[in-house]
């Protein structure tokens, strides 16, 4: 018979995850605060193990289950392995009348998720459309790289306008995750853009290069189970500060960008949402290809993708 006394606390000698045998333990750790040898509670043990639902790639299927011995205690968690790879688009191709070349068009999305079973995430964005405009959009984010609280963020966007200029931004940031809604980020991005028209042409168009330090925080609170609705409240805030070097003059310049938005659920069938997008870049002086470019669907409709460019934004 095992006799439990109240004068002796316990603490957790062993965590087994069962269902999912390939769980990335730096979850355990650094995103459910979980480890060994912490004292043993177990409502506070539950309240960590429900973040899990939290998670695109893994869901908790029932509450967690301590075993009990005279010198040892062990935790028993049931997670189970989510699909979370997502795909969208069509593509097309043809061959330019006037360069004779192979040209593509369409749309494609795609989102992988800890296929690795590392927690890592990779997506990739490309559009292009009848207006000669093409963008590609690559991120690849790995959470607790070493298996330390430190994850890292890349970021590789290409942007071409016609014929007029292009646009390679690219980032890279390293974050720290609080808990699981809470997450700060420090990085640094290099732009580089070059104008395809002749400077006579077009001299609101410059070829330029600017360099940022970036500091962001983020809260991202998820409800998976719904379909429509899967992330219910959104807050992010941005600050860059950098300069931008064109024709050998640096100009110092500075962008703060702020995205958020939250679901008001009013009963099971109404809600009510909610959101704000602000950007502003602030510098001395401005070039066309610098600006920032909104219009189409994802912000104003009746309008162009990317037809509209301003320096500060808020919708």
Request: no cysteine; hydrophobic share 35%; aromatic share 14%.
């Amino acid at each position: 018979m095992l006799v439990l006394s109240n004068k002796t606390r316990r603490t957790i000698d062993d965590i087994k995850i069962v269902g999912y045998n390939k769980f990335p333990k730096s979850y355990l750790k650094h995103y459910l605060k979980l480890k060994t040898s912490e004292t043993f509670n177990l409502s506070i043990i539950e309240k960590k193990t429900e973040q899990l639902n939290n998670l695109r790639f893994a869901k908790q299927v029932k509450p967690p289950e301590v075993l009990f011995q005279k010198d040892s205690t062990s935790l028993y968690i049931y997670v189970e392995k989510s699909k979370s790879n997502t795909f969208d688009g069509f593509l097309g191709f043809g061959t330019n009348d006037e360069t004779n070349k192979l040209e593509f068009d369409g749309f494609l999305n795609l989102r992988l998720i800890n296929n690795l079973n590392y927690g890592e995430t990779f997506s990739l964005l490309y559009k292009s459309d009848e207006n000669d405009q093409d963008t590609f959009d690559a991120t690849l984010s790995l959470p607790f790289i070493f298996n330390s609280p430190v994850g890292i963020d890349l970021n590789l966007r290409i942007f071409k306008k016609d014929s007029s200029f292009t646009t390679i931004d690219q980032k890279a940031k390293i974050n720290y995750q609080i808990n699981p809604l809470h997450k700060v980020s420090v990085g640094i991005s290099s732009i580089e853009s070059n104008n395809l028209r002749s400077e006579n042409t077009v001299v609101a168009l410059q070829d330029y290069n600017s360099n940022y330090f970036a500091i962001s925080y983020h809260y991202l609170k998820p409800q998976f189970y719904d379909v429509l609705f899967p992330i219910k409240s959104n807050f992010f805030l941005e600050s860059n500060f950098g300069n931008r070097t064109s024709s050998n003059i640096k100009t110092n310049q500075s962008l703060i960008t702020l995205n958020a938005f939250n679901n008001f659920k009013l009963n099971e069938k109404n809600s009510i949402y909610a959101n704000i997008d602000v950007s502003n870049l602030s510098s001395d002086n401005y070039f066309e290809n610098e600006l920032l470019r909104f219009g189409g669907i994802n912000s104003i409709r009746g309008f162009e993708e990317n037809s509209l460019f301003a320096s500060l934004l808020v919708f």
